[in-house]
């Protein structure tokens, strides 16, 4: 199992900077790779940016530019800064890690999510 918490949420205003993160507990040896998604009520969760066991970083040609993904190994955590915050950017942010397994399948874990709200 792996359990996932995110931080760093909150209330800022437009312009602004946050940075997201997102602790991992568990069998964390073994993820593949940890992802950054967002979700707003009615839509579906997008996927923003990921990084993989190798460091390999992935972004969502929206955020580009804006959105920078990172991790410390040491305390089994992955950031997401966020840049230049717009209010579209309001949304629960959550993080998920892809794990495989001895049998040949894939697991996905998520976090409970952290709300980020952008004030203009």
């Known amino acids: 199992q792996v359990q996932l918490v995110e931080s760093g949420g909150g209330l800022v205003q437009a312009g602004g900077s946050l940075r997201l993160s997102c602790a991992a507990s568990g069998r964390t040896n073994s993820i593949n790779a940890i992802g950054w998604y967002r979700q707003v009520p009615g839509k579906q969760r997008e996927l923003l940016a990921s990084i993989s066991s190798g460091g390999t970083t992935n972004y969502a040609d929206s955020v580009k530019g804006r959105f920078t993904i990172s991790r410390d190994n040491a305390d089994n955590t992955v950031y997401l800064q966020i840049d230049s915050l717009k209010p579209e950017d309001t949304a629960v942010y959550y993080c998920?890690?892809?794990?495989?397994?001895?049998?040949?399948?894939?697991?996905?874990?998520w976090g409970q999510g952290t709300q980020v709200t952008v004030s203009s």
């Open positions: 998920n890690a892809r794990r495989s397994t001895a049998y040949g399948t894939t697991l996905n874990y």
